[in-house]
């Protein structure tokens, strides 16, 4: 058996510090499954983006993104500019984990494992927003600001349940914007926009029909945009998006393309992969097939 060496990067303090009792366990298993594993605890915001790049440049074989999505999105960070990407494994020990569910990687420690000591890959696409980069998705507009202001001693603390409380105090102050968006095969947009949502995968933010035909290999993006609505039709359409049935609401535009142009006259901040990501104008484009992840040999879906 060919040893392999892996980095392994993790954020103790993510999903109620679950990381920190399952570290032992986790090297071992995967000691005992031929990859000999170091380990970077990250310190701060950033820390994993160059824990990465470090990991790159040092010629492991494999990288291993342990937390949530905000470590994952650093993780991708320190890696997509490279030229020699090794694979990466996602052990999805965080609050909320929605690329793993969109990859179907286990949500169980075991079987994460498992996935990386098989070693079967699955080539992605990454998108690219003005010098960042995201796995999963891009948005702009008064709701995305929502997952980061969320304080991270109460995801730990609580979980999904920080994000309900915010999203209740979010939607009693809807603040429409003039946005303008355009890019190939579509329509010029330019009117008021809630928000906007540029998907790589179909599951955002714990909906998993927010893009239901959404495909992470495919070179294009699933974009979702929300024009001016009141409270009620707000929660209506939030209602249909839960079952997949928002697409043709009069107050949705949904478009597939491979790059676009957002631009606006206010102040607009942006979302990548629920982590703070600038603000307008921003251009995005699909870097098709640009990482290689660990997933299940045989397609299953087992995030549970």
Request: net charge negative.
């Amino acid at each position: 058996m060919t040893i392999k060496r892996a980095r392994l990067i993790y954020n103790p303090t993510s999903g109620r510090e679950e990381m920190k009792r399952r570290l032992p366990d986790i090297l071992q298993r995967l000691e005992l499954g031929g990859i000999e594993t170091s380990c970077h605890a990250t310190t701060g915001e950033g820390d994993a983006t160059l824990a990465a790049a470090d990991a790159v440049s040092r010629g492991f074989d494999i990288i291993i993104a342990s937390g949530g999505d905000g470590t994952l999105y650093e993780v991708i960070n320190g890696m997509a500019e490279r030229e020699q990407r090794p694979p990466l494994g996602i052990l999805p020990l965080g609050t909320t984990n929605d690329f793993a569910r969109a990859l179907g990687v286990p949500k169980q420690w075991e079987q994460a494992c498992d996935l990386i000591i098989r070693q079967y890959t699955r080539p992605i696409d990454v998108g690219k927003v003005n010098a960042k980069y995201f796995i999963n998705i891009a948005g702009g507009g008064s709701l995305t600001e929502l997952t980061y202001e969320v304080p991270s001693k109460l995801k730990t603390m609580i979980g999904n349940l920080a994000y309900y409380m915010k999203g209740l105090e979010k939607m009693t102050r809807l603040r429409p914007t003039m946005m303008h968006i355009e890019g190939n095969g579509f329509e010029e947009i330019h009117e008021e926009i809630l928000l906007f949502l540029v998907c790589n995968s179909n599951s955002v933010g714990g909906f998993e029909k927010l893009a239901p035909v959404a495909s992470l290999e495919d070179g294009l993006f699933d974009v979702v945009v929300l024009k001016k609505c009141n409270l009620a039709e707000f929660i209506r359409i939030a209602t249909l998006a839960q079952r997949g049935e928002h697409l043709n609401d009069p107050h949705v535009v949904h478009f597939q393309t491979n790059q676009l142009r957002v631009t606006t006259p206010d102040y607009v901040q942006l979302n990548l992969d629920g982590e703070y990501g600038g603000t307008l104008p921003c251009s995005v484009s699909v870097l098709p097939s640009h990482l290689r992840i660990f997933v299940d040999e045989l397609g299953n879906s087992s995030y549970k």
